[in-house]
T-cell receptor
Framework: SQTIHQWPATLVQPVGSPLSLECTVEGTSNPNLYWYRQAAGRGLQLLFYSVGIGQISSEVPQNLSASRPQDRQFILSSKKLLLSDSGFYLC???????????FGPGTRLTVT | GNSVTQMEGPVTLSEEAFLTINCTYTATGYPSLFWYVQYPGEGLQLLLKATKADDKGSNKGFEATYRKETTSFHLEKGSVQVSDSAVYFCALDSGGGADGLTFGKGTHLIIQP
């Protein structure tokens, strides 16, 4: 069966510091991968998605970036965090041709 | 563009009450529709789905019917339990599966014993 991992689970970082969040999927090949952000009191906002290694599409202009160095690894990064980057970051995967997505446990990021 | 509108709540019910959470959508084409549930501090879990008009998705006592004529996908459960307390998200996908889902803002459901 497929599983999705995210780490760290929680993170507190000062403004201006760098960020690296990692997501890995097990038990499947060539998944579509997604990064979402959930801000307090809001729904989920799609940040990036990827249909293959090195292929990244950005949905929202911001100071975040994403990379996919391996088939089942998806990384969310920032060079300098802003207060507004605080939130709950969720990684998800899906298979090509299937509509449902499966989510990881999330990372709670607090920028102070 | 695509959008999903759902009641935000919080919705507070007593145990064994009947639940309805409304969801309406705007989309081009024929989207697939989903309900996800998020328990405190966790990621989202797929609760149920429907991929075409008049389909009924069901799981764990929850049901939702894809109504194209009213562009709705309301979530219902006949008798809620305290363990159903969570945030529920309605979502749609009209991009062929690769472009990500469009979510509503979520409905916080609180079930009191």
């Amino acid at each position: 069966s497929q599983t999705i991992h995210q780490w760290p689970a929680t993170l507190v970082q000062p403004v201006g510091s760098p960020l690296s969040l990692e997501c890995t999927v097990e038990g499947t090949s060539n998944p579509n991968l997604y990064w979402y952000r959930q801000a307090a009191g809001r729904g989920l906002q799609l940040l990036f998605y990827s249909v293959g290694i090195g292929q990244i599409s950005s949905e929202v202009p911001q100071n975040l970036s994403a990379s996919r160095p391996q088939d089942r690894q998806f990384i969310l990064s920032s060079k300098k965090l802003l207060l507004s980057d605080s939130g709950f970051y969720l990684c998800a995967w899906s298979l090509w041709g299937q509509y449902e997505q499966y989510f990881g446990p999330g990372t709670r990021l607090t920028v102070t | 563009g695509n959008s999903v509108t759902q009641m935000e709540g919080p919705v507070t019910l007593s145990e064994e009450a009947f639940l309805t959470i409304n969801c309406t959508y705007t989309a081009t084409g024929y989207p697939s529709l989903f309900w996800y549930v998020q328990y405190p501090g966790e990621g989202l879990q797929l609760l149920l789905k429907a991929t075409k008009a008049d389909d009924k998705g069901s799981n764990k006592g929850f049901e939702a019917t894809y109504r194209k004529e009213t562009t709705s996908f309301h979530l219902e459960k006949g008798s809620v339990q305290v363990s159903d307390s969570a945030v529920y998200f309605c979502a749609l996908d009209s991009g062929g599966g690769a472009d990500g889902l469009t979510f509503g803002k979520g409905t916080h459901l609180i079930i009191q014993p």
